[in-house]
T-cell receptor, first 113, second 112 residues
Framework: DQQVKQNSPSLSVQEGRISILNCDYT??????FLWYKKYPAEGPTFLIS?????DKNEDGRFTVFLNKSAKHLSLHIVPSQPGDSAVYFC????????????FGTGTRLLVSP | DAGVIQSPRHEVTEMGQEVTLRCKPI?????LFWYRQTMMRGLELLIY????????DSGMPEDRFSAKMPNASFSTLKIQPSEPRDSAVYFC??????????FGSGTRLTVV
């Protein structure tokens, strides 16, 4: 049972445009959400996170939005750059303190010049 | 800091053989995780350790899989016997508190 779902396996965007990656979750206990970015032949690296007490978190070109009622979060990249081409994983964690992360299946983003 | 170090980077083995994957976490990190990445299921947690003690191995798919952490600087994931469906990329990650994992570069396992 996939508790964190990324329904779009791939996304293609032109350089300079906005990339929007989506993620849905089913477990209402999740209260902390993260996005990881993965290049080929490398491990995933942390990109940005958001706590359930917020609905938006911004870091440079990257913004994560959280809609708790819909159990949905999204990652916006503006403007998109060719170097952003990678696989993006959404992850979620329940409760307070340390909890193991549950990851989605990933979305492959391709930003073309 | 050298980060989380995994070896080997690539492993090709024949069905039925034993495979051992290795991980050296970041010094001082007291949690260690083994994940498996497949197209169908994304990143699946197999097992994690806290202070060298296995805490949750509910993600280990079968008895053919076992993991150990004999000390704070070393962990192994063993598959015996290996099967073609075990082909995947296996990641090790470590943290100390918080929720931001540091991943290794992974081991790509191919079982033929």
């Amino acid at each position: 049972d996939q508790q964190v779902k990324q329904n779009s396996p791939s996304l293609s965007v032109q350089e300079g445009r906005i990339s929007i990656l989506n993620c849905d979750y089913t477990n209402s206990m999740f209260d902390y959400f993260l996005w990881y970015k993965k290049y080929p032949a490398e491990g995933p690296t942390f990109l940005i996170s958001i706590s359930s007490i917020k609905d938006k978190n911004e870091d440079g070109r990257f913004t994560v939005f959280l809609n708790k009622s819909a159990k949905h979060l999204s990652l916006h990249i503006v403007p998109s750059q060719p170097g952003d081409s990678a696989v993006y994983f959404c992850a979620a964690s329940p409760g307070t303190g340390f909890q193991k992360l549950v990851f989605g299946t990933g979305t492959r983003l391709l930003v073309s010049p | 800091d050298a980060g989380v170090i995994q070896s080997p980077r690539h492993e090709v083995t024949e069905m039925g053989q034993e495979v051992t994957l290795r991980c050296k976490p970041i010094s001082g990190h007291d949690y260690l995780f083994w994940y498996r990445q497949t197209m169908m299921r994304g990143l699946e947690l197999l097992i994690y350790f806290n202070n060298n003690v296995p805490i949750d191995d509910s993600g280990m798919p079968e008895d053919r899989f076992s993991a150990k952490m004999p000390n704070a600087s070393f962990s192994t994931l063993k598959i015996q016997p290996s099967e073609p469906r075990d082909s995947a990329v296996y990641f090790c990650a470590s943290i100390t508190g918080g929720r931001g994992y540091t991943f290794g570069s992974g081991t790509r396992l191919t079982v033929v």
